[in-house]
Nanobody
Framework: VQLQASGGGLVQAGGSLRLSCAGSGRIFNTYQVVWFRQAPGKEREFVGALRRSTGAIYYADSVKGRFTISRDNAKNTVYLQMNSLKPGDTAVYYC??????????????????WGQGTLVTVSS
């Protein structure tokens, strides 16, 4: 499954963006999909995850209440709606996937299928 993330850009603090993660092929809809981000000089950090079998969604504390993950199976796409953006949200955002849910879903090393990343810049 190939992933392509898009939707990044420059936005002022308090603004919103919606990122998309498009997967190739119908089997993408059987995959678990997560979002990570990586700010300059920092490690890649977990943002949110969608568990396919239960529909449960998990968020990092830093984005809870501001970011929302959703999925459109007809379009083979997972979205990350980001509201009330802060300068601290500035990073390259990546989507990743795996076929089976991993108990340690917040760790980037547990995913071997990544999109190319899309840059989000939030100005103050």
């Amino acid at each position: 499954v190939q992933l392509q993330a898009s939707g990044g850009g420059l936005v002022q603090a308090g603004g919103s963006l919606r990122l998309s993660c498009a997967g190739s092929g119908r089997i993408f809809n059987t995959y678990q999909v997560v979002w990570f981000r990586q700010a300059p000089g920092k490690e890649r950090e977990f943002v949110g995850a969608l568990r396919r079998s239960t529909g449960a969604i998990y968020y990092a504390d830093s984005v809870k209440g501001r970011f929302t993950i959703s999925r459109d199976n007809a379009k083979n796409t997972v979205y990350l709606q980001m509201n009330s953006l802060k300068p601290g949200d500035t990073a390259v955002y990546y989507c990743a996937s795996r076929i089976n849910w991993h108990i340690d879903y917040r760790t980037a090393q547990n995913y071997d299928n990544w999109g190319q990343g899309t840059l989000v810049t939030v100005s103050s």
